[in-house]
C-alpha cells in the first residue's frame, strides 16, 4: 500500500503567514493604482460635461453683484453664487448650492494638500486666497478687464463631486490677447470628487478646471505634473546639444506633455496647490504664435501672470501636464 503525506498544521500557518505578509506589502499599491485610474477617468468625465454646459452659455461675465467701499472692503459680493443659480444651473445637473462661508455644506474640505504631497493648506474661499497674483495691479484694465476679490460659492453634483466656484464678472471677453491672464480667468472650478473623504490631495481626488474668455470660453482641466523640469530649456531647438522643451516633457515620462497657453494659465491661476505659489519663473507653452510668425512662442510669467510671445530658441522654464 502507497502511503500519502499532507501538509502539517505548521506548513500551512506558514504558508498563510506569508501569503498575508506578501498582501499586505502589494494591497495598499494596488488600491492606489485602482483609484488613481478611477480618479482619472470621474476628472475626464468632469471635465467633458461641464465644458459642454459653459459652452451653451451666451456669456459667463456679468452675474451677480460686486461691490467695494473706499477701504477696498466688500459690501456686496452675490457674484459667484449669482453666476451658480442664474446661469450654470440652467444648463448643468446640480444637487445642492452652497453659498460663500458654508462651503463645508457641499463637502468641500477645509483643508487640501498641494501637488508636492508636503504642505497642507486651508482650501481657499476667496479669490485672493485662490492665488494673491491675481490681484496684484499688474495686469491691464478698462478695455481688458479686472479682477474682483470674489468669496467662493460651492455646490454638489449628481455624480458627489464638490466643486468650489472662483467666479470673475469682469473677465475680459477676448481671451486671444497676449497681456497677462489674470482677467482671462472667467471661473475657475477647484473640485473634490468624493468630498471630504480624502485624500483630499491635488493631482488626486482634487483638480481644477478654468473658464477663459468671457465669449466663446476655452474650458481646460491640465493635470500638471509634480515637479519643474531640472533646467531652463528653448521652446525649441534644432541641435542635438540643447533639449527643447517637449522634449524635456518626454525625457520625465511618456506620459507628459507640454501644457498649451490657456493650460499654462490655468496653472498659472491655481499656482498655490500645485507648489508653484512663490514661483517668479517664466515658463514655456506648446503654443506657437500665428500670424506666419513661425519662429514665436507663447510663455506665461509666473512672477506676474505676463502672457507673451518670444523667441522659441530662448531658454526658458518648463512644467509638463500628464497626457
Known sequence: MKKFRGFTLAEILI????????????LPSLLVNVNEKAWEAQKKALHARLAQAIGQMNTLGGYG??????????????????????????????????GPDKLSSCGIPSKITT???????????????????????KHYTGEDGDVADTKASAFETVNGESIAVFYNPLC?????????????????FVYDLNGEEGPN?????VGFITALGNKNPIVVAPI?????????????????????????????GEDLRLPDRDELASLFVNAPLINLGESTYHYWSGSVLSLGASGFGWHLGFDDGDRARDIRSNKRYVRCLRK
Not at 15 to 26: D, M, Y
Not at 173 to 187: E, I
Not at 201 to 205: A, E, I, P, S, T
Not at 230 to 241: F, L, M
Request: charged share 20%.
Open 15 to 26: 504558508t498563510l503567514a506569508i501569503i498575508g505578509i506578501v498582501a499586505a506589502i502589494t
Open 65 to 98: 453683484t460686486y461691490m467695494e467701499d473706499e477701504e477696498g472692503t466688500a459690501t456686496v459680493d452675490t457674484a459667484a453664487e449669482s453666476f451658480i443659480l442664474d446661469a450654470l444651473s440652467k444648463v448643468y445637473k446640480i444637487n445642492n448650492v452652497c
Open 115 to 137: 501637488l508636492d504631497a508636503v504642505s497642507e493648506i486651508n482650501f481657499p474661499t476667496k479669490m485672493s486666497e485662490l492665488n494673491a497674483k491675481l490681484l496684484n495691479g
Open 172 to 188: 475680459s471677453s477676448d481671451n486671444s490677447l497676449w497681456h497677462f491672464a489674470q482677467n482671462k480667468m472667467c471661473v475657475n
Open 201 to 205: 490631495q491635488v493631482g488626486k481626488d
Open 224 to 252: 500638471p505634473y509634480s515637479t519643474d523640469y531640472s533646467t531652463t530649456a528653448p521652446q525649441y531647438s534644432e541641435t542635438e546639444e540643447t533639449v527643447d522643451a517637449a522634449t524635456a516633457c518626454k525625457t520625465m
